[in-house]
């Protein structure tokens, strides 16, 4: 039996984390269940709507937020409401493979620049990790804005 894979993050502020990373990954906000959104159309207004019309108290609105690869290639990715804040280091994080065709200067100069831009988003830069053959071509480790840990790679 074949399975499929969705990557769960918990979060502190659910919605705002999954509009981290959308940006980081190119995906979207899928719509809620049995709504048609135009092409122009907010996924995330429609989910205020939705919610609020499903009589899901004010407070409950953010418990959850979903993102999903917009090919449908990837996994989905969701986003949980949990009380708890991180403790300890990630057992396991998402390797963002943005530069892994290039080598050497070339590519620890793509993975500064991707990380300047995640910066601005909200990301911590946590360590640089230059190449070392023959094992490492270069990697450079982040945080999202609630701490999980990421690779640039």
Request: hydrophobic share 40%.
């Amino acid at each position: 039996m074949s399975a499929t894979v969705q990557i769960t993050f918990d979060a502190h502020d659910p919605r705002a984390l999954s509009l981290f990373w959308k940006e980081v990954l190119g995906y979207v906000h899928p719509g809620p269940p049995g709504v048609d959104l135009s092409p122009s159309a907010d996924p995330l207004a429609a989910w205020d709507e939705f919610l609020a019309a499903s009589g899901v108290p004010e407070e409950r609105r953010n418990s959850a937020s979903a993102l999903e690869d917009p090919e449908g290639a990837r996994p989905r990715i969701f986003f949980q409401q949990v009380p708890e804040d991180k403790v300890a280091k990630n057992r396991l994080h998402l390797d963002v493979r943005t530069a892994s065709e290039l080598r050497g200067d070339e590519r620890m100069a793509a993975l500064e620049a991707r990380s300047a831009q995640l910066v601005a988003l909200g990301a911590t830069r946590l360590e640089r990790h230059d190449p070392e053959a023959p094992t490492s071509v270069g990697f450079l480790v982040m945080a999202d804005p609630e701490g999980n840990e990421f690779c640039l790679d």
